[in-house]
């Protein structure tokens, strides 16, 4: 089992950046695939993007694919989101998530069975 807390979050202008960070308990976080996702009001959890256990493979969703990158870094088990030209639309509160290594991208929230409790980004206009 693994808990994940995400830190970072903020209020910041559009155009801005933040780096978001999830730090993983536990001394397997490398048999982990991390991922990425937010919540906006009224909306449903989406994905954002999603690093396999080696950091091999990575993958975004379209609305962020070349302004965010994920990272991680086994030896302090900790994933980042570095979100650089941020929009008023990446508001949300913003959620790692935690899978044993497995199959497939992991693009859906129903693929992974550990969350953290969120960090809250707004991004003003």
């Known amino acids: 089992q693994v808990q994940l807390v995400e830190s970072g979050g903020r209020l910041v202008q559009a155009g801005g950046s933040l780096r978001l960070s999830c730090a993983a308990s536990?001394?397997?976080?490398?048999?982990?695939?991390m991922g990425w996702f937010r919540q906006a009001p009224g909306k449903e959890r989406e994905f954002v993007a999603a690093?396999?256990?080696?950091?091999?493979?990575?993958y975004y969703a379209d609305s962020v694919k070349g302004r965010f990158t994920v990272s991680r870094d086994n030896a302090k088990n900790t994933v980042y989101l570095q979100m650089n030209s941020l929009k008023p639309e990446d508001t949300a509160v913003y959620y790692c998530?935690?899978?044993?290594?497995?199959?497939?991208?992991?693009?859906?929230?129903?693929?992974?069975?550990?969350w953290g409790q969120g960090t809250q980004v707004t991004v003003s206009s």
């Open positions: 690093i396999r256990w080696s950091g091999g493979s990575i």
């Open positions: 536990g001394r397997t976080f490398s048999t982990y695939d």
């Open positions: 998530a935690a899978r044993a290594i497995g199959r497939g991208r992991a693009v859906s929230p129903n693929d992974y069975a550990y």
